[in-house]
């Protein structure tokens, strides 16, 4: 799957060990989850998330969301109403629950 060294950029630029909690895969994408951490200036505190996708192109922003339920995610154009969308949070949720710490 996808390496942890911080050689990998996630789609903002940043090192892909930052914030990251495992990656998956469906067909030949592989989605890489992040969480951004907690936006302090809301109450209760809100941890946002960032899904990056790659499919040999580079690693693209698939969507953002956070833990609020009143939120929904905010899925780039390309993946905005895609048919595996329901299934990439599901995906997302479990690697939230159970983050990858090998």
Known sequence: MVSKGDYNLRSDGRPGIDGYLGDFQRGPAVF????LG??????????????DVED???????????????????????WAGDE?????IAQCLTLIAEPDTT
């Open 56 to 78: 040999g192109a580079g690693p693209r922003q698939c969507c953002r969301f956070t833990d609020d339920p009143e939120d929904s995610p905010e899925w780039s154009p390309a």
């Open 32 to 35: 890489t989850l992040y969480s």
């Open 38 to 51: 907690s936006q302090p200036a809301q109450s209760p505190r809100v941890t946002e998330y960032l899904l």
């Open 84 to 88: 595996w969308n329901l299934w990439i």
